[in-house]
Each structure stands twice: as C-alpha cells, then as structure tokens.
T-cell receptor, first 109, second 114 residues
Framework: EDQVTQSPEALRLQEGESSSLNCSYT??????LFWYRQDPGKGPEFLFT???AGEEKEKERLKATLTKKESFLHITAPKPEDSATYLC??????????FGTGTRLKVLA | EAQVTQNPRYLITVTGKKLTVTCSQN?????MSWYRQDPGLGLRQIYY???????DKGDVPEGYKVSRKEKRNFPLILESPSPNQTSLYFC?????????????FGPGTRLTVL
C-alpha cells in the first residue's frame, strides 16, 4: 500500500536553531515528491518538487533533499515567520497524490 | 491574478440536504482535484479530473460526485451529506496531471453537517 509518513508531528525551535523534517514513503512508481507549506486557515502553498534520488533544491532558509526512501526538509536558522505546517506529498502512479499528515513547526523569537 | 476560488468558504447544513461546493481556476489548468483535510489524517484525495469530461476516483470517493463540463470549473457534489463528511475541503489545480507539476490550492471550504 502506498504510504507517506512525516516526522516529527510537531517541532518547536528557537529562532536560529536549525533542524530537519523527515518524510518517508513507500510507493510504487514514484513520479515526484512535493513539499508544501500550509498556514492556519489557508490552502497549502507549493515549495519544492523533487524527481529523483540525490536531487536537492533550495529556497531561502529551506533545502529539500531526496533519497530512494525518504526526503528531508532542512531549515537553516529559522525565523518566526517560518512557523507553519509543512506537508509532504508523493505522486503515485499517474494522477493520484498521497499526502503525509504534516509537521507543525513553531519557531520562537 | 492567478488563483483557485472556492465557494462557499463556510457551510453548515443538515444530514441529507444536497449541496454543491464550487471550484474555479483561471490558469487554464488541465488537472483539477478535490481533497478533504481531517485532523490526524492529513489531506486525502477525493476525486480528480485530467481534463474536461474525464474524472476518476481518489482514495475517499464514497458519498461524493464531481463533474467537469468546462475546463475552469470542477464542482464537488454531496447528494446526501452525512456527519462524517464534516471536514475542510480543498480544491487544487495544476497545469498537467501526468508530469510532476505543482498544485495550486484554493482557500478551502469548511463544511459542517449536523
């Protein structure tokens, strides 16, 4: 069964304290892995797409990496405005998407 | 402004009363999808559409119907809502469903079924 698991469920960091979020997946025929950010009361907002193992992408304080079984979202020197829920999703088969339950990140000033 | 719009944003209804949640996108996207988001379960795909008149079931299609008569619109229909359909619903669209394209999400519709 296709599955996406994110850890930890919640994470509290001090401003400037770097950390990583994990997304592990079991899926047949992975077509792409996606990271989204979701603020309270809003729809998810796209961050990254990763296609193949070894790929890395960066955007400001965020860096996403992909292996054959998991992806990491590294947050370097986070700021309070980085507080949000981060969602991982995989495109399985052709048109279906499977999302993880997310990591709720709180960055304290 | 490129966007996905949903209406209504909030809805309280009673069991069995048919309702429709509309979704519209102005980006000429081929692929559209509906999700529900529940605490502890994350986003789950209900239905998706690869193009006009082409739809298919996601992981949780029971109790829902969709149609795609125009490229820009993808309404979600609950013919006989039940309390277990109380949830936060998101519509999303992307340029093309087969190639790993990012999805653009609407603002969400919070549905309560009493």
């Amino acid at each position: 069964e296709d599955q996406v698991t994110q850890s930890p469920e919640a994470l509290r960091l001090q401003e400037g304290e770097s950390s990583s979020l994990n997304c592990s997946y079991t899926v047949s025929g992975l077509r792409g892995l996606f990271w989204y950010r979701q603020d309270p009361g809003k729809g998810p907002e796209f961050l990254f797409t990763l296609y193949s193992a070894g790929e890395e992408k960066e955007k400001e304080r965020l860096k996403a990496t992909l292996t054959k079984k998991e992806s990491f979202l590294h947050i370097t020197a986070p700021k309070p405005e980085d507080s949000a829920t981060y969602l991982c999703a995989v495109q399985a088969g052709t048109y279906k998407y499977i999302f993880g339950t997310g990591t709720r990140l709180k960055v304290l000033a | 402004e490129a966007q996905v719009t949903q209406n209504p944003r909030y809805l309280i209804t009673v069991t069995g009363k048919k309702l429709t949640v509309t979704c519209s996108q102005n980006m000429n996207h081929e692929y559209m999808s509906w999700y529900r988001q529940d605490p502890g379960l994350g986003l789950r795909q209900i239905y998706y559409s690869m193009n006009v008149e082409v739809t298919d079931k996601g992981d949780v299609p029971e109790g829902y119907k969709v149609s795609r008569k125009e490229k820009r619109n993808f309404p979600l229909i609950l013919e006989s809502p039940s309390p277990n359909q109380t949830s936060l619903y998101f519509c999303a669209s992307s340029f093309e469903g087969l190639v790993y394209n990012e999805q653009f999400f609407g603002p969400g519709t919070r549905l309560t079924v009493l």
